[in-house]
């Protein structure tokens, strides 16, 4: 019944901006850390960025350092990712999550993920 539905993926050109959702339903996660990993074809997942479950404190993988913002409405059990001069290496399957610890940038530390949703960014 727990279910984490990502949407707003989608094809976009260089430089330019997605904002994904990701929409939790079956339980409250608005006391656990949320984070959102991508996986490209042929590669393992990689952290992104993380948010606390109030919201106040984020951390961003250097990748994506400046350009991703990470966001959350708990009131809409919600968690956001704005992105920002998109790079062809952004291209991939983004997942968010849900963590047990508070700074949750390994994959192992998430215990609820939802099921994707693509980004494509060309050149």
């Known amino acids: 019944q727990v279910q984490l539905v990502e949407s707003g993926g989608g094809l976009v050109q260089a430089g330019g901006s997605l904002r994904l959702s990701c929409v939790a339903s079956?339980?409250?996660?608005?006391?656990?850390?949320m984070g959102w990993f991508r996986q490209a074809p042929g590669k393992e997942r990689e952290f992104v960025a993380t948010i606390s479950w109030r919201g106040v404190s984020t951390h961003y993988a250097d990748s994506v350092k400046g350009r991703f913002t990470i966001s959350r409405d708990n009131a809409r059990n919600a968690v956001y990712l704005q992105m920002n001069s998109l790079k062809p290496e952004d291209t991939a399957v983004y997942y968010c999550g849900a963590a047990r610890v508070f700074i949750a940038i390994n994959a192992y530390e998430y215990d609820y993920w939802g099921q994707g949703t693509q980004v494509t960014v060309s050149s």
């Open positions: 079956g339980r409250t996660f608005s006391n656990r850390p």
